[in-house]
């Protein structure tokens, strides 16, 4: 049984970020908020656990919403921290059965964003540790560090391996990265056992703080 302790870190305390509430959703950059401040966005395949994963490091059950139905998020959520602070829920990608122009629709929607949006600071990536790296995983990590923007994946569902099956999924994305001319770590996490929570509320508070 893969388990951890919860109790907020400094940089958790620090920010209040447990006091993270829903700011807007918006379909475009156009709608979205000014351009200013500091954000960090949660990427990841429609099935992976995006939401469950930024509520439980926030500490928020049902702030970003989940669904039993892969491919919901087709817009971008904005949740504020503070006057100066936000987190991002970008749409999840690699849903197969929506429509093409659907599919489309997500990934300009997720070129603008990483592209245009001068205050994202850092990136954290969804994997279902099943199944890491699948080609749609490898084309956005690329794209990403072609950006030079700092990406902290989280292997999700670990719960779901024993804890040395996960760690060895995870020194292999590890030997991957080490690839990448860029600022890549890992790290297992599950949300349902609150596993990893601490070491993501580290990097998020880390990033937040500039």
Known sequence: LLMS??????????????????????PNLYHSPLDVGIEVAFVGRSNAGKSSAINSIIGRQGLAKTSKTPGRTQIINYFQVDDQRRIVDLPGYGYAKVSH?????????????????????????????????????????????????????????????????????????????????????????????HFGVEQARETLGAWLLG
């Open 101 to 193: 122009k659907t599919k489309e629709q997500i990934e300009q929607l997720l070129s603008e964003y990483l592209n245009h949006r001068q205050c994202l600071v850092g990136l954290f990536m969804m994997m279902d540790i099943r199944q890491p790296f699948t080609s749609n995983d490898l084309n956005l990590l690329e794209y990403v560090v072609g950006l030079q923007k700092p990406i902290h994946i989280l292997l999700t569902k670990c719960d779901k391996l024993s804890r040395g099956a996960a760690n060895q999924v995870l020194n292999q994305v590890n030997k991957e990265l080490a690839c990448y001319d860029a600022q890549c770590t890992a790290q297992t996490f599950s949300a349902l056992k």
């Open 5 to 26: 302790t919860t109790t907020p870190s400094s940089l958790y305390e620090q920010l209040k970020i447990h006091h993270t509430a829903f700011l807007k959703s918006a």
